[in-house]
Nanobody
Framework: QVRLVESGGGLVQAGDSLRLSCAAS????????MGWFRQAPEKEREFVAAIRNTGINVLYADGVRGRFTIFTDNVEDTVYLQMNSLRPEDTAVYFC??????????????????WGQGTQVTVSS
């Protein structure tokens, strides 16, 4: 059974940085896709970033490209989301997810099989 545990959320001011972590256990391969999604109050869950093939392939949502970086520690099977220049509109619960399909459409939440419990990120103006 795959288990994902997120950490690193918190309350910060606009312009600050945060690093989220997602420790995975039980995955059959570190090459499989992992992604970050977020959900703000009264909004649908949206794609943030994804990584697969031990970091060779990464993808970002338009609104975070250039500010957020996704990377992995393949030894620990942990995926990170470094978030810089945070904005109030980045406020949301952030979830990490893992897919069993190496060819998953990583921007699509339904292509993921396992989810973490979420971690709150709040950015004040």
């Amino acid at each position: 059974q795959v288990r994902l545990v997120e950490s690193g959320g918190g309350l910060v001011q606009a312009g600050d940085s945060l690093r989220l972590s997602c420790a995975a256990s039980g995955r059959t391969s570190v090459d499989l896709p992992m992604g970050w999604f977020r959900q703000a109050p009264e909004k649908e869950r949206e794609f943030v970033a994804a990584i697969r093939n031990t970091g060779i392939n990464v993808l970002y949502a338009d609104g975070v490209r250039g500010r957020f970086t996704i990377f992995t520690d393949n030894v620990e099977d942990t995926v990170y989301l470094q978030m810089n220049s945070l904005r109030p509109e980045d406020t949301a619960v952030y979830f990490c997810a893992s897919s069993r399909n190496p060819f998953a459409a990583v921007e699509t939440s339904t292509d993921y099989d396992y989810w973490g419990q979420g971690t709150q990120v709040t950015v004040s103006s």
